[in-house]
């Protein structure tokens, strides 16, 4: 069973911020915390990971908080590129068993 | 540049007759995996390589198996399917099973059993 609870959708207006929230309250100390989306037809498509740090690329900005029992993937100028189902997942840094949930589904809306 | 491909991007196959769907990949990342994800849900991992070293998944069904001739290309061999196994199969490497590093999909076949 994954190990993460996400909200199952939200809307975003273009051009705001779209910060998607994700529960792993059971998290062990070497889990680390990944999030992928998913275009509709599309492979799932790797965004982003920390393991206690707060994480920022091209695509996105990564907030774990300090008991890392949750975390928040920060799209900071959302586009309608941007629709897509986004999950996030917990893995262990020794095990390429990565659990998917049911994930969020942005809208972004004009 | 797709970096993991996958053909073909469709596929239709009667039930029963065996069907094999392909993956090669440019990235020379030593670990490949195959994902089923059926309608409106996640993926589930089928199963992997590293390297040569095949590790099935403890629910994969045993219709489903796997080669990998060589670094690049994985196959997927489905030996008799069924209705059931109409999903979209995805495939993904990553460079090493023991690290942080990401996987990387490719774009899936979809697989349709009439």
């Known amino acids: 069973d994954a190990k993460t609870t996400q909200p199952p959708s939200m809307d975003c207006a273009e051009g705001r911020a779209a910060n998607l929230p994700c529960n792993h309250s059971?998290?062990?100390?070497?889990?680390?915390v990944y999030w992928y989306r998913q275009i509709h037809s599309q492979g799932p498509q790797y965004i982003i990971h920390?393991?206690?740090n707060n994480e920022t690329n091209e695509m996105a900005s990564l907030i774990i908080t300090e008991d890392r029992k949750s975390s928040t993937l920060i799209l900071p100028h959302a586009t309608l590129r941007d629709t897509a189902v986004y999950y996030c997942?917990?893995?262990?840094?020794?095990?390429?068993?990565?659990?998917f949930g049911a994930g969020t589904r942005l809208t972004v809306k004009p | 540049d797709a970096m993991v491909i996958q053909n073909p991007r469709y596929q239709v196959t009667q039930f029963g007759k065996p069907v094999t769907l392909s993956c090669s990949q440019t990235l020379n990342h030593n670990v490949m995996y195959w994902y089923q994800q059926k309608s409106s849900q996640a993926p589930k991992l089928l199963f992997h390589?590293?390297?040569?070293?095949?590790?099935n998944e403890a629910d994969t069904p045993d219709n489903f198996q796997s080669r990998r001739p060589n670094t690049s290309f994985c196959f997927l061999d489905i030996r008799s399917p069924g209705l059931g196994d109409t999903a979209m199969y995805l495939c993904?490497?990553?460079?090493?099973?023991?690290?942080?590093?990401?996987?990387?999909f490719g774009d899936g076949t979809r697989l349709s059993i009439l």
């Open positions: 997942i917990v893995r262990p840094y020794n095990n390429n068993d990565m659990r």
């Open positions: 390589y590293y390297d040569k070293d095949f590790n």
């Open positions: 059971t998290i062990s100390g070497n889990e680390y």
């Open positions: 920390g393991l206690k």
């Open positions: 993904a490497t990553s460079r090493e099973a023991e690290s942080n590093q990401p996987q990387h």
